[in-house]
């Protein structure tokens, strides 16, 4: 592997999500770098005050995780990283007012490419698993608050994600999530 030439921030279609790839030092060795300073993501703009640190597991392709948020005021800010397998991570802007209101961004995060992707508060996200094995940890600016806590469906024909799979496997609260319009969440920009 070889060295990354510096710590990159690179700017998505919604305003504050924020795709970072790290400075990877490698060598016959393996690898190494850091997943989080504080001060150097501030300077790429990422200016959260993170509280909690959570992981997932996925044990085959075609998992979807999400649509999720949690309402105000317990609504989160996360810093996602795929540290083992492949995800297609989505953020979607629900912030009534923004320019790129109902618009999504994706991003593949692999263990490999050791990508990750900021999501500021009022958005929703979700991941689709690529392979099997994997395993996702994310940082949050806010406690999980189970109260707060909401899904919305993932093929939501008013997002129009491009998911790439059509029977994806799905827990029960995600399937029996409701469509946007259909749901108690409101972020405003």
């Not at 030439?5 to 393996?30: C, F, Q």
């Not at 001060?39 to 005050?49: F, M, S, V």
């Not at 629900?94 to 692999?110: D, N």
């Not at 996200?125 to 099997?132: A, V």
Request: hydrophobic share 35%; proline share 4%.
């Amino acid at each position: 592997m070889t060295q990354s030439n510096a710590l990159a921030a690179v700017r998505t279609k919604l305003d504050g999500v924020i795709i970072v790839e790290p400075l990877v030092h490698g060598d016959s060795r393996g690898w190494f770098y850091e997943s989080f300073s504080k001060r150097k993501y501030e300077e790429l703009g990422i200016k959260a005050d993170f509280v909690q640190d959570n992981r997932s597991y996925s044990s085959q392709k075609g998992i979807i995780r999400g649509l999720h948020c949690q309402l105000e005021p317990y609504a989160q800010a996360k810093l996602i990283t795929c540290t083992r397998g492949a995800i297609l991570d989505v953020a979607v802007d629900i912030r009534k007012g923004s320019p790129t209101y109902m618009q999504w961004v994706s991003v593949e995060l692999t263990a490999e490419n050791k990508r990750q992707l900021f999501i500021p508060r009022g958005f929703l996200h979700g991941f689709l698993t690529l392979t099997d094995d994997v395993e996702v940890m994310y940082k949050t600016d806010n406690y999980y608050e189970p109260t707060a806590d909401r899904s919305i469906r993932f093929d939501d024909p008013a997002f129009g994600i491009e998911w790439g799979i059509d029977t994806p496997q799905l827990s029960a609260k995600d399937s029996n999530a409701p469509l946007y319009e259909q749901s108690d969440v409101t972020f405003t920009y």
